[in-house]
């Protein structure tokens, strides 16, 4: 029985730091930016993105989620025709909310 618990252990840390999300094809034209740096762009609107903050009870790195998030923000920003996207929130129970900007027509 113990055997088991080790291989549930051992899987959920090898999933925690697995990265499933990938950027579409437009996204990886889009650009992420400080708030500094889009002065001079239109506001498109806002894209909250979410992943899994845990994975069997294990807390997934926070650097990792951060990049599957930045790259579900570009995908979203993709979406609505956007080129650059900044980052308006800290990550909360996964969560991240980007606006999305067209600066380049």
Known sequence: MKRNGLI???AAALLA????????????NVRVAYL???KECKQLGR?????LDKVLFVSRN????ADELET?????AAE????????????VNG???FNVYRCHD
């Open 8 to 10: 549930v252990c051992v």
């Open 17 to 28: 730091g697995c990265t499933w999300v990938k950027p579409t094809a437009d996204a990886l």
């Open 36 to 38: 500094s740096q889009v």
């Open 47 to 51: 894209a909250t993105v979410s992943v």
């Open 62 to 65: 926070e650097e990792q989620m």
């Open 72 to 76: 579900l923000g570009r995908n979203a």
């Open 80 to 91: 609505m025709k956007g080129d650059t996207i900044v980052s308006m929130s800290k990550i």
């Open 95 to 97: 969560e991240r909310i």
